[in-house]
């Protein structure tokens, strides 16, 4: 078990390599001079054009490419991510600031998207053709097919607007007030969860209807078990681990939705701040979240992998070698 992971963790380090170099090469090139962009409107000043180009020369501005990278990654394994052009502060402590907000609604809407899919798409498996699966299986093509953004400014138009029963936008913090942090929560955790819970649906109904109609689902009916016996614990084990895979993979999409949600209900976490680099042209801020959302996703299919190997005993071997 212990060297499975240990290798699957070395396999992560070319994986975060290529996509350091590839988000630092893309916004080098991207129109713009960075140094300008850190002094501001006083960059435009004739008087301060001295200045500016020991800023360039300060920045490593004045090297090639590939060294202004070796360096750029230097820093970052030391931890140290450059500051704000924006506002001065640390990038880090930025980033961090951000991240629990971002956490938690990741959090949450995966905690929706299970609590929806796991049990419509059991009983639409086990119903398959009837009414109720040709219900839920309409209900996941419109969850499939709804923007984010859409469904997040109508859910804030009928639950704050007309029934004002949670607010429309805003962060408190999960520490200060538990309370108002989960009614916050609610709307943009249920707008970024509704894809998702849509999607796992979809396979695990396909993925239960396969192992319902194999042989030893048959043999356990046939020696008289329960109906719910044989589906939770024979046929669903087996059900689920394609939809982890799934799960693992959906969850890269998950990160990148989070920067829309936040932003329509003014939720103060990574994809906010994201976004906001992005249009104050904040390199430095981008470039550390692009990278720490690329390490999120691949530790969570470096999870997804670990769960897999127990619940497929067919890759199990593969844990000792």
């Known amino acids: 078990m212990g060297t499975f992971v240990l290798r699957r963790i070395l396999e992560l380090i070319p994986t975060l390599l290529i996509i350091s170099a590839i988000v630092f090469g893309l916004l080098r090139l991207a129109p713009g ?7 501001g409107r006083e960059a435009a000043l004739p008087e301060n054009q001295i200045r ?7 920045m490593g501005l004045d090297k090639p490419i590939v060294v202004q990278y070796v360096y750029w990654l230097g820093d970052v394994v030391t931890g140290d991510f450059g500051e704000s052009n924006r506002s001065g502060r640390s990038v880090l402590d930025l980033f961090t600031s951000r991240l629990p907000a971002t956490i938690q609604l990741v959090l949450g809407a995966t905690g929706i998207a299970l609590l929806v899919s796991l049990p419509v798409g059991i009983v639409s498996a086990i119903h398959r053709g009837s009414k109720i699966d040709r219900l839920s299986m309409s209900l996941v093509s419109a969850g499939l097919a709804i923007p984010s953004f859409w469904l997040g400014l109508i859910l ?34 249920a ?20 192992v319902l109609a194999t042989d030893y689902i048959r043999t ?14 024979h046929a669903l084990k ?22 829309i949600v936040e932003q329509v209900f003014g939720w103060s976490g990574v994809g906010w701040l994201t976004l906001q680099a992005v249009a104050d042209r904040d390199y430095p801020v981008v470039q550390a979240s692009v990278l720490f959302i690329a390490l999120g996703l691949v530790l969570v299919n470096l999870l997804v992998d670990i769960l897999y190997g127990y619940l497929n005993p067919r890759v199990r071997p593969g844990f000792g070698g």
């Open 220 to 233: 356990a009916r046939a020696k008289g078990l329960r109906e719910r016996h044989v589906v939770m614990k």
């Open 33 to 39: 001079d960075p140094a300008a962009m850190k002094m």
């Open 238 to 259: 087996n059900g689920l681990i394609p939809v982890l895979t799934i799960t693992g993979l959906e969850l890269g999409a998950l990160l990148g939705g989070t920067v």
């Open 52 to 58: 500016l180009e020991e800023l360039r020369l300060e």
């Open 156 to 189: 804030i138009l009928i639950f704050s607007v007309r029934l004002g029963w949670l607010p429309p936008s805003g962060y408190a913090p999960l520490l200060e007030d538990p309370a108002e942090n989960l009614r916050r929560l609610l709307l943009p955790a």
């Open 191 to 210: 707008t970024l969860g509704v894809y998702l819970a849509a999607t796992l649906t979809r396979f695990l109904r396909a993925d239960m209807i396969e």
